[in-house]
Antibody
Framework: QVQLVQSGAEVKKPGASVKVSCKASGYTFTGYYMHWVRQAPGQGLEWMGWINPSSGATKYAQNFQGRVTMTRDMSISTAYMELSSLRSDDTAVFYC???????????????WGQGTLVTVSS | DIVMTQSPDSLTVSLGERATISCKSSQNVFYSSNNKSYLTWYQQKPGQPPKLLIYWASTRESGVPDRFSGSGSGTDFTLTISTLQAEDVAVYYCQQYYSAPPTFGQGTRLEIK
């Protein structure tokens, strides 16, 4: 069964960086794009970008360009999302989510990680 | 970017009754080349990640109860829960995947009366 298991909650100071991991199991990691989605407390969903685990190619949403870096480690089937220059309004739950389409970015998400709460506070 | 607008923001329905949620896109999300609308619905229960319910506007994901149905085309879409169950209490989101960036509606909170 497909599982995406994310790293635990983080507390960071403004200006710092955070790196969240997403370990995939139950399917061929390199076959499906991985996306990251942000959800501020009590708010809606915001797409951050994707990584192609096979090639390492990335595409980032304009709102996060220059601050986000998505990487992967194929040897351990894990995707990472690093967000830098954190601000208080970056306080949110960050989700990884698998694209439903094999070897393509359909932008449709069929499996989600449990979420990682990142709190930015001085 | 395509703007997705849901209505209502919140909805209270009695058990066993029908719940209907609307989603409108600022641009057409229908591709005539494959006759598909690139519109999906998610359900998010408190403390949980979103769950894929429906894609291509009307195709239920495997394992989703048939009381959930989606309809619509072009820019206007509807999620219907035919007979509301207690476990359907959640926030529901529509999302377009017609073009990047994928964008979500603001969500509709569904509660039991």
């Amino acid at each position: 069964q497909v599982q995406l298991v994310q790293s635990g909650a983080e507390v960071k100071k403004p200006g710092a960086s955070v790196k969240v991991s997403c370990k995939a199991s139950g399917y061929t990691f390199t076959g499906y794009y991985m996306h990251w989605v942000r959800q501020a407390p009590g708010q809606g969903l915001e797409w951050m970008g994707w990584i192609n685990p096979s090639s390492g190619a990335t595409k980032y949403a304009q709102n996060f360009q220059g601050r986000v870096t998505m990487t992967r480690d194929m040897s351990i089937s894990t995707a990472y999302m690093e967000l830098s220059s954190l601000r208080s309004d970056d306080t949110a739950v960050f989700y990884c989510a698998r694209d439903r389409s094999y070897s393509n970015s359909r932008l449709l998400f069929d499996f989600w990680g449990q979420g990682t709460l990142v709190t930015v506070s001085s | 970017d395509i703007v997705m607008t849901q209505s209502p923001d919140s909805l209270t329905v009695s058990l066993g009754e029908r719940a209907t949620i609307s989603c409108k896109s600022s641009q057409n999300v229908f591709y005539s080349s494959n006759n598909k609308s690139y519109l999906t619905w998610y359900q998010q229960k408190p403390g949980q990640p979103p769950k894929l319910l429906i894609y291509w506007a009307s195709t239920r994901e495997s394992g989703v109860p048939d009381r959930f149905s989606g309809s619509g085309s072009g820019t206007d879409f509807t999620l219907t829960i035919s007979t509301l169950q207690a476990e359907d209490v959640a926030v529901y989101y529509c999302q377009q995947y017609y073009s990047a960036p994928p964008t979500f509606g603001q969500g509709t909170r569904l509660e039991i009366k």
